[in-house]
């Protein structure tokens, strides 16, 4: 059965890096989100994508980060300047239609 | 406002005791519910959605528009079920994002 991957699955960088947080989803899904969990709180919405553009975001979805699709089949989440707070899970997620959400394993970021 | 309110942070019960997870919502439009389940290390998999009225691993969950409540049941609780258990509720429009509770945490004991 098709899955949802993520890389990395530990992400380790210094305050002010950036870094980006990677997603093949579903092939033939097209909606994409990206969720965050930090340590001990909810699954948190980030973002949506749909048809090479941004849907929906959330005002945790400040100016640092950004997302794409470079090519047909990645679907990358970037945070321009870490800071100690994006440390977190962060979860990619793909649908087709009004269907279910498939979630990947999760990237663990710190940020030190 | 919308939002998904698991009460329990911990569920613990003993193999073949009943279970019952707690999910109440807070929502304006239509609602749409999901459980997820997360077992140790693992990614988050969708448990069962209400509008499929189906029962998986013997979970079964029933939409309460009266309570806004989604709880999930199961009869008689495996040790396999141990796991972390996510209540979701479906926003509507363009996006289709997803609003999770907090999690219990169920254990089931020997």
């Known amino acids: 059965e098709p899955e949802v991957t993520q890389t990395p699955s530990h992400q380790v960088t210094q305050m002010g890096q950036e870094v980006i947080l990677r997603c093949v989803p579903i092939?033939?899904?097209?909606?994409f989100y990206w969720y965050r969990q930090i340590l001990g709180q909810k699954v948190e919405f980030l973002v949506s994508?749909?048809?090479?553009?941004?849907?929906?975001k959330s005002e945790i979805f400040d100016d640092q980060f950004s997302v794409e699709r470079p090519d047909g089949s990645n679907f990358t989440l970037k945070i321009r300047s870490t800071k100690l707070e994006d440390s977190a899970m962060y979860f990619c997620?793909?649908?087709?239609?009004?269907?279910?959400?498939?979630f990947g394993p999760g990237t663990r970021l710190t940020v030190l | 406002a919308q939002r998904v309110t698991q009460p329990e942070k911990l569920l613990s019960v003993f193999k073949g005791a009943p279970v019952e997870l707690k999910c109440n919502y807070s929502y304006s439009g239509s609602p749409e519910l999901f459980w997820y389940v997360q077992y140790s290390r693992q990614r988050l998999q969708l448990l069962l959605r209400h509008i499929s009225r189906e029962s998986i691993k013997g979970f079964t969950a029933d939409l309460n528009k009266g309570e806004t409540s989604f709880h999930l049941k199961k009869p008689f609780a495996q040790e396999e079920d141990s796991a972390m258990y996510y209540c979701a509720l479906k926003v509507g429009g363009a996006t289709n994002k997803l609003i999770f509770g907090t999690g219990t945490l169920l254990a089931v004991q020997p």
């Open positions: 994508f749909y048809n090479n553009e941004i849907s929906e």
């Open positions: 997620a793909s649908r087709i239609g009004s269907d279910t959400q498939y």
């Open positions: 092939s033939n899904h097209l909606y």
